[in-house]
């Protein structure tokens, strides 16, 4: 009988003992594509590496349990992921998605997809209404970023939840900003997790990797089917990179949750900042929202510098010295990004800033440095 650990034990032996080799505490990286066989069929449950192998299997298992699922499968990227969740559907379906979600996202759904036949309808989320006001009798998923990227709202998910049991549609959550240490999706009813876990779950930039978790066995089975047929899987180091990293997932993301209330406090407090996007704050438009589903608010902000331009927003990034200026987030380093011309750039000008992605936004992720050396950088670069 295993005995169902609470989450700061699941980061670390969630769905693994040592390996029955040797001991090793560690799932070894089994860097092998294939499995001897004594007679056809007569194998240790490995054929071939793209259908599975150990290392994997062992994150696989990792997965499921810190997003309390029953299944957990991982890919070769977030993006990879989310491409084998839209091989659900079929041509004519549609799908509701928020409006201001990742970038490469927007770029997947848009330019692959819709060549594909499935058709996608971008909407706010703050509102119930608003999402039930785009069904219609194609409508097959409703895609939930929350809190979404870079503008922080938060999206309800359990009632979008009920809203597609109501409606029998399926909802997947990209849960890629939050981490499970915040927020649990399939615990308010969502069907489907997906993770970018080269972000919080891998933690230390070093790694590129998707995943998926469900409690279905029928979606399982489908979306196995899929991973093994497209078979964008991820490679045995990455595997055991990214098993290394969530084993200290809830300590990093304590840290980065505090050393983001400073650095937003700081940020709200500061004469030439004119607003600071952070779901902590009681003025939060989602505040009540975030902390009815959240344990934390995440170690990501946005703030727009007062009477700020793409030029002095560029200004304020190049001058950053603590903070590096790169794509990603949720690693153990804190970066800084400017979501217009960087992760946001594909998205037309016009539909980002009708969901507030202006040229001047900054956005954050805060790592888990000393918080006073990322304020100290943060008061030179503003200046
Ligand atoms: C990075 C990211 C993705 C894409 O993941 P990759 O691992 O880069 O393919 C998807 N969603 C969100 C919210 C992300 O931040």
């Known amino acids: 009988m295993e005995k169902k650990l609470r989450f700061n034990s699941a980061t670390i032996h969630g769905g693994q003992a040592p390996d029955p080799a040797f001991g090793a505490v560690m799932p070894p990286i089994y860097q092998t594509s294939t499995y001897a066989q004594s007679t056809p069929g007569g194998h240790k449950g490995f054929e071939y590496s793209r259908t599975h192998n150990p290392t994997r299997s062992a994150l696989e298992k990792s997965l499921a349990s810190i997003e309390n699922g029953k299944h957990g499968l991982a890919f070769a990227s977030g993006l990879a992921a989310m491409d084998a969740i839209m091989k659900l559907l079929q041509p004519g379906d549609e799908v509701i998605s928020t409006n201001d979600l990742y970038g490469?996202?927007?770029?997947?759904?848009?330019?692959?997809?819709?060549?594909?036949?499935?058709?996608?309808?971008?909407?706010?989320?703050?509102?119930?209404?608003?999402?039930?006001?785009?069904?219609?009798?194609?409508?097959?998923?409703?895609?939930v970023e929350t809190p979404t990227n870079p503008m922080m709202n938060v999206v309800d998910i359990s009632s979008i939840a009920a809203l597609a049991k109501q409606h029998q549609l399926l909802l997947a959550v990209d849960n890629t900003f939050a981490s499970p240490y915040i927020q649990q999706p399939l615990n308010l009813g969502a069907d489907i997790v997906m993770h970018s876990a080269t972000k919080y779950l891998?933690?230390?930039?070093?790694?590129?990797?998707?995943?998926?978790?469900?409690?279905?066995?029928d979606l399982h089975q489908r979306l196995a089917f899929i991973q093994n047929a497209s078979g964008a899987v991820p490679g045995p180091m990455d595997s055991f990179l990214t098993l290394r990293g969530i084993k200290t997932l809830h300590v990093r993301l304590q840290r980065h949750c505090e050393n983001a209330k400073v650095v937003a406090q700081y940020l709200a407090?500061?004469?030439?900042?004119?607003?600071?996007?952070w779901p902590g704050f009681e003025h939060h438009p989602n505040h009540e929202v975030a902390k009815k589903q959240m344990n934390d608010f995440g170690g990501m902000l946005s703030f727009i510098p007062k009477?700020?331009?793409?030029?002095?927003?560029?200004?304020i990034v190049e001058a950053l010295q603590l903070f590096t200026l790169a794509e990603s987030l949720g690693g153990v380093e804190s970066l800084a990004g400017h979501p217009a011309s960087m992760t946001h750039a594909s998205i037309p000008k016009a539909i980002r800033e009708e969901s507030g992605v202006v040229d001047a936004l900054i956005r954050l992720s805060v790592g888990i440095e000393d918080a006073q050396d990322l304020i100290d950088d943060l008061a030179q670069a503003i200046g």
Do not use: C, P
């Not at 933690?203 to 066995?217: F, K, Q, R």
């Not at 407090?269 to 996007?277: A, D, L, Q, R």
């Open 104 to 143: 490469g996202s927007y770029r997947l759904f848009t330019k692959i997809f819709e060549g594909f036949g499935l058709k996608f309808h971008f909407v706010g989320m703050n509102e119930v209404a608003q999402v039930e006001a785009a069904i219609n009798k194609n409508t097959k998923l409703i895609w």
């Open 307 to 315: 009477g700020a331009d793409f030029k002095a927003a560029i200004k």
């Open 269 to 277: 407090n500061h004469s030439k900042i004119e607003k600071v996007y």
């Open 202 to 217: 891998a933690g230390h930039s070093d790694v590129i990797l998707g995943a998926i978790i469900v409690n279905s066995d």
